[in-house]
């Protein structure tokens, strides 16, 4: 008899996780194609003169980065909700905190690791300065870990519901506040010459915190809203 | 000791509670009233002119205590939600979540108001003043609590599930102060601020203490209102629920 | 193996079981009867830990405790507990992963003998409902849980799914396990030694108190 | 006084706000209450009149 182990347990739901992403790859790219979409959209809106785009494009990139982020949360935990499967995760003899930042690291791989790899492209696309991409990629790859921890405590509340809707992107807004003022800031601050170290430190202390936290609350979110 | 904790578990029991409520809820209105009116009297014509705001200054003896109110509420909610999930207490559910209509309220009040406010002052209705964001993100939260609570069937769960998000934000609040204040000094923003570092006139004091005492009157007696009319709701079946309603009427007919 | 004393559950202020006193020893069945509606899936959920009783006690081998330890239980309920897109063989992978594997299993040969050789690839939600149920039996075969709580074990299955779930039954028995089933009674009870809790309805408060 | 209009404003604002707050949970408290007390009067209704039907209308 072999029993399951933690890390045996955590490789299984990892491998099960990005074996479900591969095998539905189309829905899973389809935040990296939004965030493509969001992007091109401000061109076309604001025109396409170079300076007024370069000032905008941090925000707008984040911007981009935090509604890819909410795609796909709604059904992160609610899919398994449905067939059960959730069931048999409280069931398991390991901690549900565990498997759950599993299935959030899964979800930042497959969601948001696409996108922060294809964002010296969208920085392109902005005509952001060169000497900003650095602080645009750091702090996008600080932050959107943090976005992907919060958005799934919030999305965990809602597991018990049978679509959330619009409620997720409430639920999820206030959390997204500072992690969207520091990361975009950050870009910004560099942008004015100013140090921007400082801001992407703050997001990664907040990151440090939010990997002991969020899987833990998550956790216990999901005890409570489970019918 | 003893006697605290069996007055509390009493308090607890619906019927007892719905009787304090009824009973007690006209005093804290009618104190809030009283306070409110001799606050605002004194806000509105004993209170000397600002020489740099002129009378529009008169706002913020509203302004404030709401702003405060809707901090306030808030922790309040967290702290009740907090002691309803950890020790299973059915009564501070309720109490959590009659918490948060009314801290929606005073942050609605504290926006519609700054914003008046800042007409004449900035000369737009709404400006990125780091104050006037966090409410608004405040009031993200509260809309929040209660639409998350109103989404889910069972009465009981939603209010646990709202009064954990409650607790989540209470912890997101400083953060978001802090970050929107940050953000603040990045982009440069306004230099007259609500309630911004200029010294406090004595005369202000008074008028102020008063409004403050008489939200916090008007806080308990609304609670009391709210919680009162959610446990009738969540015990309509029951029998004290019947017995009380019987009454009202023969009372309400004679 | 597992004794309950005084066991009840309330959904809102009215009571779905209990109280309830029942034991269930190791190499025996325990088959939960009743109607609709009397709470033997909710009974079922509680001894799981997926909800909390009200009240009642508890007590695994003889220890009181407040749940049951997870590695324990294998619990199959009305949802089969497998992703639609995930082959029958990387499902019950995924289950080994998470709850373990029971001594000399394996995840090949619990699919050859619940009838699912062959279907090996198949993504589980092109498999009928009485294949999925069939996988969740492998996934109980796989499980080294010693107590087996099953909800409705029998739904969904043709002549030959009904024989096999009696003889996995009468196997893990023998192994000295124990399970604990629900069934409204329209099939036949399994061929082993086997106890009856019969559940009933509750009254409404609202009648009671009338 | 200067800004007279605003600090009106501000004024009906709150107390139009603090309004609501104060009579919404007072009126569905009332609406709460003939609710019940309508439910009583139907579950004894039939059964007080007559005997037939009573069975399925308490349950």
């Known amino acids: 008899m072999s029993a399951p182990t933690l890390p045996r347990a955590a490789a299984a739901m990892l491998a099960r996780d990005l074996r479900l992403a591969w095998s539905r790859r189309g829905d899973t790219l389809q935040p990296l194609l939004f965030a493509v979409l969001v992007v091109a959209l401000f061109p076309l809106a604001l025109g396409s003169e170079r300076a007024r785009l370069a000032m905008l494009a941090p925000g707008a990139i984040w911007v981009a980065a935090l509604l890819a982020s909410l795609q796909g949360l709604d059904a992160l935990f609610r899919s398994d909700a449905e067939d059960g499967s959730l069931e048999q995760q409280l069931l398991a003899p390991v901690p549900l905190s565990l498997l759950l930042a599993c299935r959030m690291f899964a979800h930042w791989l497959t969601g948001s690791l696409p996108l922060i790899l294809i964002a010296p492209l969208l920085a392109q696309l902005l005509f952001l300065p060169d000497h900003l991409l650095v602080p645009l990629l750091l702090s996008l790859l600080v932050g959107t870990p943090l976005l992907v921890l919060l958005g799934s405590t919030v999305a965990a509340l809602t597991v018990g519901l049978r679509r959330s809707g619009m409620l997720l992107p409430l639920l999820a807004l206030p959390l997204y506040v500072p992690v969207l003022v520091f990361g975009a800031g950050s870009v910004m601050a560099a942008a004015q010459g100013q140090d921007w170290l400082g801001a992407v430190l703050l997001l990664a202390a907040g990151l440090t915190l939010a990997l002991v936290l969020a899987p833990l609350a998550a956790a216990a979110a999901i005890r409570i809203a489970l019918p | ?254 | 193996m597992l004794a309950v004393a005084r066991l009840r559950f309330d959904r809102n202020d009215t009571c779905v079981f209990g109280p309830l006193d029942f034991a269930v020893h190791a190499g025996e069945a325990l088959l939960v009867t009743g109607g609709n509606g009397v709470g033997k899936t909710t009974l079922l959920r509680v001894l799981a830990g997926l909800l909390r009783a009200g009240e009642g006690e508890l007590s695994w081998r003889g220890e009181p405790c407040t749940r049951l330890p997870t590695e324990g239980i294998a619990f199959v309920g009305h949802l089969a507990g497998h992703k639609a897109d995930l082959g029958a063989l990387d499902n019950l992978r995924f289950a080994t992963g998470l709850h373990g594997c029971r001594h000399g299993a394996s995840p090949t040969s619990a699919l050859a003998s619940v009838g699912l050789a062959g279907f090996e690839d198949v993504p589980a939600g092109r498999l009928s409902a009485g294949q999925r149920k069939r996988l969740s039996l492998a996934r109980l075969l796989l499980s080294p849980a010693r107590l087996w709580l099953l909800d409705e074990p029998y739904a969904n299955l043709d002549r030959d799914g009904i024989v096999l779930v009696d003889r996995l039954l009468a196997r893990h028995l023998n192994e000295n396990g124990a399970a604990l089933i629900t069934t409204h009674g329209a099939y036949a009870a399994p061929p082993v030694r086997a106890r009856t809790l019969i559940l009933e309805a509750q009254r409404v408060d609202a009648e009671s108190a009338a | 006084m200067t800004y007279l209009s605003y600090i009106v404003a501000a004024y009906a604002v709150f107390a139009v706000v603090l309004a609501w707050d104060g009579m919404s949970p007072w009126l569905k408290h009332h609406r709460l209450l003939r609710a019940i007390r309508q439910k009583a009067a139907r579950a004894q209704g039939p059964a007080n009149v007559a005997g037939a039907g009573s069975a399925g209308a308490t349950e």
């Open chain 2, 1 to 254: 000791m003893n006697r605290i904790v069996l007055w509390f578990h009493q308090l607890g029991s619906p019927p007892t509670f719905h009787r304090y409520a009824t009973r007690w809820m006209p005093w804290y209105f009618g104190a809030s009233l009283l306070l409110l009116a001799v606050g605002v009297w004194a806000a509105l014509f004993r209170v000397p002119a600002d020489y740099q705001q002129g009378d529009s200054y008169r706002i913020l003896f509203i302004h404030v205590p709401c702003a405060w109110m809707s901090l306030f509420v808030y922790v309040t909610m967290a702290v009740q939600a907090a002691i309803a999930l950890v020790w299973r207490i059915k009564l501070c559910e309720i109490l959590a979540m009659a918490c948060a209509p009314i801290g929606a309220a005073f942050t609605v009040i504290t926006l519609a108001t700054g914003s008046i406010w800042g007409r004449p002052m900035w000369g737009t209705w709404w400006d990125w003043d780091p104050r006037l964001t966090s409410e608004l993100v405040l009031l993200f939260l509260y809309i929040g609590v209660i639409a998350l609570d109103a989404s889910i069937e069972d009465r009981r769960r939603g209010a646990r599930v709202a009064g954990f998000l409650a607790m989540i934000g209470l912890v997101n609040l400083p953060i978001i102060h802090y970050s929107v204040q940050w953000w603040n000094s990045l982009h440069q923003g306004s230099t007259i601020s609500l309630m911004g570092k200029s010294k406090m006139d004595a005369s202000m004091i008074l008028p102020l203490a008063f409004t403050v005492a008489a939200m916090q009157l008007w806080f308990v007696g609304s609670l009391l209102s709210r919680a009162r009319t959610m446990l009738l709701e969540r015990e309509a079946g029951k029998a004290w629920a019947r017995d009380i309603a019987v009454h009202d009427s023969t009372r309400g007919n004679a």
